[in-house]
T-cell receptor
Framework: EAGVAQSPRYKIIEKRQSVAFWCNPISGHATLYWYQQILGQGPKLLIQFQNNGVVDDSQLPKDRFSAERLKGVDSTLKIQPAKLEDSAVYLC???????????????FGPGTRLTVL | AQSVTQLGSHVSVSEGALVLLRCNYSSSVPPYLFWYVQYPNQGLQLLLKYTSAATLVKGINGFEAEFKKSETSFHLTKPSAHMSDAAEYFCAVSAPWSYGNKLVFGAGTILRVKS
């Protein structure tokens, strides 16, 4: 079974530029997550989708970050304009579904390492 | 709000020695708890999870963890370290009663294994 795919793996941009990351979850997984992992910290959830609807985007800096999952499959995370503090690894994860009182394992992709100069 | 605290950002052990990585959680009711491992330039891999069944949980690669409600702890152990265990380990917590299965991660512990 193919895992979570992400591209690009590495990206270097200058501040105030725009950047986009792509994620293709495991086939059949309804839930998709984007995490930001700053060096020396644990991953922090940015946004969670269930199919093409947003479940949680409370920690997404909406003035510069946006994400979409139009057909309920793959997803794009965009930063516009980028700041120095956006340098991090952006991880995508997917799980079968989201439900109360039951845990569905999240499977993580390899991440995209963003460097903002 | 839930949170986890991992004691020690770096832990160094000799090959063959006991591995002990500490995690304490903050939650008003017993949450779900997890340990993930991250190798360089890779995503996170689930080692083991506690979802309110047995308090002693066994995971992959010989790791295990014990949920102790009285101590609000979920420490990760392995009896004998191997060189391949060198990686970063993250403890995470999730609220089973809320829709979303959101994971809140600790800051991570880098495990170094000396030969």
């Amino acid at each position: 079974e193919a895992g979570v795919a992400q591209s690009p793996r590495y990206k270097i941009i200058e501040k105030r530029q725009s950047v986009a990351f792509w994620c293709n979850p495991i086939s059949g997984h309804a839930t998709l997550y984007w995490y930001q992992q700053i060096l020396g910290q644990g991953p922090k959830l940015l946004i969670q989708f269930q199919n093409n609807g947003v479940v949680d985007d409370s920690q997404l800096p909406k003035d510069r970050f946006s994400a979409e999952r139009l057909k309920g499959v793959d997803s794009t995370l965009k930063i516009q304009p980028a700041k120095l503090e956006d340098s991090a690894v952006y991880l995508c994860a997917s799980s079968l579904r989201t439900e109360v009182l039951s845990y569905n394992e999240q499977f993580f992709g390899p991440g995209t390492r963003l460097t903002v100069l | 709000a839930q949170s986890v605290t991992q004691l020690g950002s770096h832990v160094s052990v000799s090959e063959g020695a006991l591995v002990l990585l500490r995690c304490n959680y903050s939650s008003s009711v017993p949450p779900y708890l997890f340990w993930y491992v991250q190798y360089p330039n890779q995503g996170l891999q689930l080692l083991l999870k506690y979802t309110s069944a047995a308090t002693l949980v066994k995971g992959i690669n010989g790791f295990e963890a014990e949920f102790k409600k009285s101590e609000t702890s979920f420490h990760l152990t392995k009896p004998s370290a191997h060189m391949s265990d060198a990686a970063e380990y993250f403890c995470a917590v999730s609220a089973p009663w809320s829709y979303g299965n959101k994971l809140v991660f600790g800051a991570g512990t880098i495990l170094r294994v000396k030969s």
